[in-house]
């Protein structure tokens, strides 16, 4: 039986995160729940972590308590962890999803209590004015765990590091060592024509080419690339086509003009035929 709505029955679906347990209400009623593998291959039986899969079902979602507004506060558990989340989907429009805040890592999703869900359903938090740029540092928690945003730069922070009590004074240390970091490899190839640096950018994930908003990744195996070849990258196809000095006109959508003579066309006159079929 559905522990949500009451009404439903729990079966085992397959979707695009794997395997998981939904109920038949669906899209009335939107309980899922991710299915962990069993030791044994039989529901019930001890799973991975200890729990039995069916405790696993019917531990989540967790009910904490209600809001001053009167909805309900519970801790769901999804395809990339635990998370808050702030009423229930409305069966009439479920693409309108309720507010969610991810868990902290440092969070215990079996037991965390209303208070501290309150605390993070107030994120994301202004930590304060940056001394330099005199604009807002924020602090939130997002899929790959709590950040930082200044501006338009993210920093992760590190796992010793406390969501809810960073200040500003430690928020503006290390949004400072992130960006000796990123300078430290990041090479400048050139001014682009149209405005703003073109960046080559070396991070874990390999080297990258950037300008603006525009990112190409280069392979392994690709050269360090020059001035040039960053503009050659970075410039749209069509761009490239129009400059390589083919210059013919494009021929217009136009139905070619009938050139047949006269007299065929005299011919297969309405008037024409009438006549023939007289004769």
């Not at 019917?58 to 009423?87: C, E, I, K, M, N």
């Not at 924020?138 to 009590?165: C, Q, T, W």
Request: net charge positive.
């Amino acid at each position: 039986r559905c522990p949500v709505c009451d009404d439903g029955r729990l079966s085992l679906k397959l979707g695009k995160f794997g395997a998981f347990v939904g109920c038949s209400n669906y899209p009335g009623c939107a309980f899922t729940r991710p299915f962990g593998a069993a030791a044994g291959g039989q529901d019930g039986e001890a799973a991975l972590d200890g729990s039995s899969i069916t405790e696993r079902v019917s531990g989540f979602p967790r009910q904490l308590g209600t809001l001053a507004d009167g909805q309900t506060v519970a801790v769901h558990q999804g395809p990339y962890g635990f998370y808050l989340q702030v009423g229930q989907v409305d069966p009439a429009n479920p693409s309108e999803k309720p507010k969610r805040v991810s868990l902290p890592p440092n969070a215990n999703a079996q037991t965390i209590d209303m208070a501290a869900a309150e605390q993070l359903l107030r994120l994301p938090r202004d930590v304060g004015l940056h001394p330099e740029s005199k604009t807002m540092i924020i602090a939130n928690v997002g899929r790959f765990g709590p950040y930082l945003k200044h501006e338009d730069k993210f920093v992760s922070l590190p796992k010793n590091e406390d969501l809810m009590a960073i200040g500003l004074n430690r928020a503006v240390v290390l949004l400072a060592e992130a960006a000796e970091k990123r300078a430290a490899n990041q090479t400048i190839l050139g001014q682009h024509p149209d405005g703003g640096d073109i960046v080559l950018q070396k991070s874990r994930f390999g080297r990258i080419v950037q300008w603006g908003k525009k990112r190409i990744r280069l392979n392994k195996t690709d050269p360090e690339p020059t001035f040039e070849a960053a503009i050659a990258m970075l410039t749209p196809a069509k761009a490239s086509r129009a400059g390589s000095g083919k210059t013919g006109a494009s021929k217009p959508a136009t139905r070619k003009a009938s050139a047949k003579s006269p007299a065929k066309a005299a011919a297969k006159s309405p008037r024409a035929r009438t006549a023939k079929t007289a004769e």
